[in-house]
């Protein structure tokens, strides 16, 4: 099973350069999730989406713009990268209001370096 | 708001050591808690959970009881293995209607098992 699939594992960008990070899940799951993980912070959720049609800023929501493609695919764009954005990126996913107390599941991640 | 404190690491045991991980949270309404585990590489992947109050999440040998009046759930195994090695995140997941369920997460531990 393949589960939450991220694509590209690896980037480098230049300050100011574009980029979307791409997610998707195949279990069917409402809710689709993007987080920033940085060293001593732990996992900080940037946007989501509770049901597909449907997205929320997170708390980090700034530089980034998120897209829900259809009920599989989620999508976070970084319009003009900044250094500080330099980060792992993870997707999530889960079954969100339709059953309760269920977990999120992650992908392996993006390893995204602006330089 | 919501908020989950674990204990600071690095955790550097010896092969069979016994192992305790602090966790406590701060909560509005009655969350359900969550272990992932984090493998170098890798995504986050779900260790165990509880949904209640005395509830007892346990998986690979690892246990964790939710304790309301300590606010806490705290990771236990009794004999660690170099395949423990890892980073352990302590989660909340709010299930008030309208929070869309989503996590608040610890800062991780790091454990590090010698041989």
């Known amino acids: 099973n393949a589960g939450v699939t991220q694509t590209p594992k690896f980037q480098v960008l230049k300050t100011g350069q574009s980029m979307t990070l791409q997610c998707a899940q195949d279990m069917n799951h409402n809710s689709m999730y993007w987080y920033r993980q940085d060293p001593g912070m732990g996992l900080r959720l940037i946007y989501y989406s509770a049901s597909e049609g449907t997205t929320d800023k997170g708390e980090v929501p700034n530089g980034y713009n998120v897209s829900r493609l259809n009920k599989r695919e989620f999508s976070l764009r970084l319009e003009s990268a900044a250094p500080s954005q330099t980060s792992v990126y993870f997707c999530a996913s889960s079954a969100g209001w339709a059953v309760s107390n269920q977990p999120q599941h992650f992908g392996d991640g993006t390893r995204l370096s602006i330089l | 708001g919501n908020s989950v404190t674990q204990m600071e690491g690095p955790v550097t045991l010896s092969e069979e050591a016994f192992l305790t991980i602090n966790c406590t949270y701060t909560a509005t309404g009655y969350p359900s808690l969550f272990w992932y585990v984090q493998y170098p590489g890798e995504g986050l992947q779900l260790l165990l959970k509880?949904?209640?109050?005395?509830d007892k999440g346990s998986n690979k040998g690892f246990e964790a009881t939710y304790r309301k009046e300590t606010t806490s759930f705290h990771l236990e195994k009794g004999s660690v293995q170099v395949s423990d090695s890892a980073v352990y995140f302590c989660a909340l997941s709010d299930q008030s209607r309208g929070s869309n369920y989503k996590l608040t997460f610890g800062k991780g531990t790091l454990l590090t098992v010698n041989p």
């Open positions: 509880a949904t209640k109050a005395d």
